[in-house]
């Protein structure tokens, strides 16, 4: 995980003060998912201007423990509640418990949570609030999705401010990406080194991870940054771990690479990887709102009560 050192007493003080009962476990998505392609969507605003998230920090957000983005899925309308893209594990305040089990997927959970949406240059242009966990789990990815109590329109009339789009596709190697920092107000930029068919940190189990080229060395603390496909500034995964290299083999913060016929590698100290963020836009309904009852959803459902 990448949280900061500080992030454990931040969030055992904030259990202290909640209650919230536990959530059903999840049953892993249908079907394994290798849908990668290089994203070439225009630059949002012309040849050769600047795109937020790819050469500023317009748009990125900063938490107490981790970064954010404000995401949006394409075409959705303005007046929609705006959206805030996170890793699971960033979530341990707002559901009672340090990080999601393995096999938990939550869903429509309240929360209270204040966060700073950042300017180009990294300063604070807002702090907003996220009252509602819209999905969040660390089962097969690593990713939540808050809602916000304020519409992408007042943002964009306030701040002048967009969201991100998710994009549809995932990056392939060789594709040039920008990790976005809104704890470290900062870009990381490298490629995409290859797709792992699993990663395995502690309890958790990851599919189809993006691997950084060693350029993209993010710290503690770059949990949940948007990862951008350069060439579009869509969102194309979420960075989440690392591996620093001091302790066993799929250890917490040294995740180990599992291929197709489970062999095991521990990969080189300071490589990091991100999730994959297509998955979100299987599960859009007409109302360009996260329904996991879309058919062909590709994410991690709560499991069933008998």
């Not at 981790?66 to 594990?89: D, E, I, Y």
């Not at 990080?99 to 959970?109: E, K, L, T």
């Not at 913060?253 to 836009?281: M, R």
Request: charged share 20%; with cysteine.
């Amino acid at each position: 995980m990448r949280l900061p050192a500080t992030a454990s007493v931040l969030l055992s003080a904030a259990l202290a003060t909640l209650s919230l009962s536990a959530v059903p476990v999840a049953a892993g998505p249908a079907g394994e998912h290798n849908r990668t392609a290089s994203v070439t969507t225009p630059a949002p605003t012309g040849p050769g201007a600047a795109k937020p998230g790819v050469d500023d920090l317009a748009g990125i957000i900063a938490m107490s423990e981790c970064s954010a983005a404000l995401v949006k899925f394409r075409n959705a309308p303005m007046t929609n509640a705006a959206l805030m893209l996170t890793n699971g594990h960033c979530t341990g305040a707002d559901i009672g418990q340090r990080f999601p089990n393995a096999g938990q997927v939550i869903v429509d959970r309240s929360a209270n949570r204040s966060v700073k949406l950042l300017k180009a240059d990294g300063s604070t242009a807002a702090t907003l609030r996220a009252n509602r966990i819209v999905y969040d789990t660390m089962t097969d990815t690593d990713a939540a999705i808050f809602r916000l109590a304020t519409t992408y329109q007042d943002i964009k009339a306030r701040y002048g401010i967009d969201a991100f789009i998710i994009a549809e596709q995932g990056p392939k190697p060789q594709d040039r990406i920008t990790v976005s920092s809104g704890y470290w107000k900062k870009r990381y930029k490298c490629s995409m080194d290859k797709q792992v068919y699993r990663i395995r940190e502690d309890q958790w189990t990851w599919k189809e991870s993006v691997r950084y080229t060693a350029e993209c060395d993010t710290p503690h603390g770059s949990s949940g940054s948007p990862v951008f496909g350069d060439a579009s500034g869509e969102v194309v995964a979420v960075n989440n771990t690392g591996n620093d290299g001091d302790a066993r083999a799929c250890a917490m913060n040294n995740p180990c690479e599992v291929d197709e016929q489970g062999k095991v590698t521990s990969a080189p100290k300071g490589i990091s990887y991100a999730q994959q963020t297509w998955w979100f836009t299987t599960c859009v309904n007409s109302a360009f709102e996260l329904d996991l009852s879309v058919a062909g959803c590709q994410l991690p459902k709560p499991k069933r009560r008998p």
